[in-house]
């Protein structure tokens, strides 16, 4: 062999060598990608809000900037295919989880920017739920403190990738049990809890026993509780269980009522920010049962022990009230359960809005078979703010609507009503006073269709 061939194969060997190493450094397992010390988590217990814990809970992976993002190679089974949570709009979302049994740090998130016929191309878009896969992207933290770990598959923008390799796919295996967990892993009181709940990040997990505490009737999303009063937030991530623009059509998800009991909730542990906390471990429900979709046969991540009085229809007159009338509140209670009937319904209200003014509570009977009540407010000076709420009883189980801590109210107005009399709440998260009135009120114009290009 001449010298000049010996010194290309060396090359050739050497370069070998080199992509062997580098590859094998691309290749990790998801606990890798995924934990952090248990120092920096229990430092970020305590410091919750605060910017400085911002970088506590970081992939050993990402770098602090999307330039710097690394790419790796991960083998998992996927756990919800895309499709199913239609939260990012126009992205294929894919959750996929290691394949030892028992393992915590084990989930990971892995999407693309879109829904291209790039984003395609490594086929992911075929992806179905029990499949073992090797799947490549970038490494990216989404969030502040109690960020979400994710991996690009494809991306246009930072972190830029763009030719991923085909994804591989190997067996095919029922999808792992959800892991069980209690919801003190995920929260202490009304605190997120880091040190005990990152290791569940992205992980399908099912906690029992809990009550609903409080309903979001616009997006479907609820709160619950435990026995020992730690409370946690389920997140409507899906198509199946949310009540917002990217719910399915044929989806009948209704939020389970507050009192509700709920023998578990099953779903993929997201972090979500939460004002005043570092973000709480959210668990998101996927796939649907009966009660949201006709016809399924899977029992729902949603499991109803016991539903709380449903109340609806809550209705007044006269919309909007003025300062000699006295206001007529009516509502339907219904018990949901099997045979059940309702116990009892309450009607509560006070002047304004403030939390140290007593509620002054009378209870109703049915006036129409047995299942619509009323109640009747007195006359208000102008200018007061009336809130209300109802209370029901059913089988021993209780129910509120709306939440007490966002309670309905309306303002004695005598006329001149303006933009902001219509848009006003005193309640963080609440609705308006007006919501459902028809009303007149006075403003400028601000923008119309004649500006458009200007």
Same mark, same amino acid.
């Given at each position: 062999m001449n010298k000049w061939l010996l010194q290309i194969l060396t090359c050739?060997? /050497?370069?070998?060598?080199?992509?062997?190493?580098?590859?094998?450094?691309? /290749?990790?397992?998801?606990?890798?990608?995924?934990?952090?010390?248990l120092d920096s988590l229990k430092k970020l217990d305590t410091l919750q809000a605060l910017a400085a814990g911002a970088s506590l809970d970081k992939s050993p992976y990402w770098h602090g900037a999307n330039a710097n993002a690394d790419t790796v190679s991960v083998t998992g089974v996927v756990i919800v295919k895309p499709g199913i949570l239609t939260y990012t709009l126009a992205r294929y979302n894919v959750y996929v989880q290691d394949t030892t049994t028992g393992a915590v740090w084990a989930g990971l998130n892995v999407l693309t920017n879109d829904t291209s016929s790039g984003a395609q191309a490594g086929g992911i878009a075929a992806l179905d739920t029990g499949m073992v896969v090797t799947i490549t992207g970038r490494v990216l933290e989404y969030g502040g403190n109690n960020s979400l770990t994710e991996m690009y598959?494809?991306?246009?923008?930072?972190?830029?990738?763009?030719?991923?390799?085909l994804i591989s796919i190997g067996n095919i295996v029922p999808r792992p049990a959800a892991r069980e967990i209690p919801l003190s892993a995920l929260a202490s009181g009304n605190l997120p809890h880091p040190s005990t709940g990152e290791q569940y990040e992205s992980m399908y997990v099912v906690i029992r026993n809990i009550t609903v505490v409080s309903v979001d009737y616009t997006s479907g999303t609820f709160s619950f509780q435990d026995s020992l009063g730690n409370i946690g937030y389920m997140y409507d991530g899906s198509g199946w269980y949310t009540l917002r623009g990217h719910k399915y059509?044929?989806?009948?998800?209704?939020?389970?009522?507050?009192?509700?009991?709920?023998?578990?909730?099953?779903?993929?542990?997201?972090?979500?920010?939460?004002?005043?906390?570092?973000?709480?471990?959210?668990?998101m429900p996927m796939y649907p049962g009966p009660r949201e979709q006709t016809n399924s046969k899977y029992a729902g991540d949603i499991g109803i022990a016991q539903f709380s009085p449903q109340i609806t229809s809550i209705l007044r007159t006269p919309?909007?009230?003025?300062?000699?009338? /006295?206001?007529?509140?009516?509502?339907? /209670?219904?018990?949901?359960n099997t045979g059940g009937k309702i116990d009892s319904s309450f009607f509560n209200w006070k002047l304004g809005s403030s939390s140290t003014t007593n509620w002054t509570r009378s209870k109703s009977t049915a006036t129409s078979g047995d299942s619509l009540y009323s109640a009747v407010v007195p006359p208000a000076n102008a200018d007061t703010m009336v809130s209300y709420f109802v209370e029901a009883y059913g089988g021993g189980v209780y129910g509120a609507s709306p939440d007490p801590s966002k309670p309905a109210f309306y303002q004695i107005r005598q006329s001149g009503l303006t933009v902001k009399d219509v848009q006003y709440t005193p309640y963080a998260g609440g609705l308006s006073g007006m919501l459902g009135d028809t009303v007149t009120v006075s403003g400028v114009i601000t923008a119309d269709t004649t500006d458009s290009g200007a």
């Amino acid at each position: 062999m001449n010298k000049w061939l010996l010194q290309i194969l060396t090359c050739v060997i /050497a370069l070998t060598m080199v992509l062997s190493v580098g590859f094998a450094q691309k /290749a990790v397992k998801i606990p890798q990608l995924q934990m952090v010390p248990l120092d920096s988590l229990k430092k970020l217990d305590t410091l919750q809000a605060l910017a400085a814990g911002a970088s506590l809970d970081k992939s050993p992976y990402w770098h602090g900037a999307n330039a710097n993002a690394d790419t790796v190679s991960v083998t998992g089974v996927v756990i919800v295919k895309p499709g199913i949570l239609t939260y990012t709009l126009a992205r294929y979302n894919v959750y996929v989880q290691d394949t030892t049994t028992g393992a915590v740090w084990a989930g990971l998130n892995v999407l693309t920017n879109d829904t291209s016929s790039g984003a395609q191309a490594g086929g992911i878009a075929a992806l179905d739920t029990g499949m073992v896969v090797t799947i490549t992207g970038r490494v990216l933290e989404y969030g502040g403190n109690n960020s979400l770990t994710e991996m690009y598959h494809y991306s246009v923008s930072a972190p830029i990738y763009t030719t991923p390799p085909l994804i591989s796919i190997g067996n095919i295996v029922p999808r792992p049990a959800a892991r069980e967990i209690p919801l003190s892993a995920l929260a202490s009181g009304n605190l997120p809890h880091p040190s005990t709940g990152e290791q569940y990040e992205s992980m399908y997990v099912v906690i029992r026993n809990i009550t609903v505490v409080s309903v979001d009737y616009t997006s479907g999303t609820f709160s619950f509780q435990d026995s020992l009063g730690n409370i946690g937030y389920m997140y409507d991530g899906s198509g199946w269980y949310t009540l917002r623009g990217h719910k399915y059509s044929s989806s009948r998800y209704t939020p389970p009522p507050v009192g509700t009991k709920l023998g578990y909730l099953r779903g993929v542990v997201v972090p979500l920010s939460r004002s005043g906390t570092c973000g709480d471990y959210r668990i998101m429900p996927m796939y649907p049962g009966p009660r949201e979709q006709t016809n399924s046969k899977y029992a729902g991540d949603i499991g109803i022990a016991q539903f709380s009085p449903q109340i609806t229809s809550i209705l007044r007159t006269p919309t909007p009230p003025k300062r000699t009338d /006295a206001v007529t509140v009516t509502w339907k /209670a219904k018990n949901l359960n099997t045979g059940g009937k309702i116990d009892s319904s309450f009607f509560n209200w006070k002047l304004g809005s403030s939390s140290t003014t007593n509620w002054t509570r009378s209870k109703s009977t049915a006036t129409s078979g047995d299942s619509l009540y009323s109640a009747v407010v007195p006359p208000a000076n102008a200018d007061t703010m009336v809130s209300y709420f109802v209370e029901a009883y059913g089988g021993g189980v209780y129910g509120a609507s709306p939440d007490p801590s966002k309670p309905a109210f309306y303002q004695i107005r005598q006329s001149g009503l303006t933009v902001k009399d219509v848009q006003y709440t005193p309640y963080a998260g609440g609705l308006s006073g007006m919501l459902g009135d028809t009303v007149t009120v006075s403003g400028v114009i601000t923008a119309d269709t004649t500006d458009s290009g200007a």
